[in-house]
């Protein structure tokens, strides 16, 4: 069964997240996620993947615990992810916390997509260096694992220290949300199949493909299968792919090709360009949904 979703830039200038979430699980869509940038360094030296100039919603985003909270408290079914939370630039025992009250405050609807970052700059604000962006995302996802399923959780690894420490609320999904990993280049697949529990890609346009390397979803999705069994790990990963454009033939290939969830991406826009896309996606996932 394919689930469908959509992700947005939620700024100071578009939409309101509730109005959206509200409007969103009235279209019968199951999932909303939203994006994140603490900031964005005036220097502009690391270039953006996407293309040559950086849009200007990367420095207006607002904080994506805040704004699915006000998205959760308005539903009742609609999940809320992240899309992605960029792990460089949070203290894990304070994120742990902040997914784990998500989690509990909205009664078990989360789905974290978590990534590394492009920007060096940007994350050598929070102290972390370019080259261990990827050591210190996965430390960091281990300890909130732990975090979120132990007592009395410590953690000893290059980036991430600490004693054994106590932390509730614990999230209300069984061992904490999804976490969906937000990359694609060789080293993901590993690493979805060690720390996470799906794959969560950036749909590629010909600008983004041209910038960034063609992406070939089909033996992703198999490596990460292939895998995730040699490590013995139980059931199925998830496999969701994100910014897909509103073209029916498009969604039917991702569907074929292996994805289970589907998400639209919308403009950081006010409501009267949001909500007629809202429509016209909401018209090929409910072909398509079961």
Not at 95 to 110: H, N, P, W
Request: hydrophobic share 40%.
């Amino acid at each position: 069964m394919t689930a469908f979703g959509a992700l947005i830039f939620p700024t100071d200038y578009s939409i309101a997240p509730a109005p959206l979430a509200k409007a969103m699980e009235q279209r019968g869509f199951e999932s909303l996620f939203v994006t994140e940038h603490t900031h964005i360094p005036a220097s502009r030296k690391s270039p953006w993947p996407g293309g040559r100039e950086l849009p200007k919603e990367y420095w207006h985003t607002l904080d994506p615990y805040v704004a699915l909270s006000a998205a959760a408290a308005v539903t009742t079914s609609l999940k809320v992810g992240t899309g992605i939370t960029l792990v460089t630039e949070h203290d894990p025992i304070a994120l742990a916390k902040q997914v784990a009250s998500l989690d509990f405050i909205s009664g078990g609807r989360v789905l974290l997509g978590v990534g590394a970052g492009w920007n060096a700059e940007e994350m050598a604000h929070h102290g972390v260096e370019f080259k261990d962006r990827w050591k210190v995302t996965r430390e960091r996802v281990l300890a909130m694992r732990r975090i979120w399923t132990e007592e009395a959780p410590e953690f000893r690894g290059e980036h991430v220290n600490f004693e054994p420490l106590w932390s509730w609320p614990k999230p209300i999904q069984p061992g904490g949300p999804k976490v969906l990993l937000g990359a694609s280049s060789r080293f993901a697949f590993d690493r979805v199949a060690e720390y996470c529990d799906g794959w969560f890609p950036i749909h590629q346009d010909a600008s983004r493909a041209a910038a960034a390397g063609t992406v070939d979803y089909v033996q992703g999705i198999r490596s990460i299968r292939e895998k995730w069994r040699a490590r013995g790990r139980p059931g199925e990963p998830d496999f969701t792919i994100f910014g897909v454009p509103g073209d029916a033939k498009r969604v039917d290939e991702l569907i074929a090709m292996g994805f289970n969830r589907i998400v639209f991406g919308l403009p950081p826009a006010e409501a009267d360009k949001v909500l007629p896309l809202l429509d016209r996606y909401a018209s090929i996932a409910h072909t398509r949904a079961g």
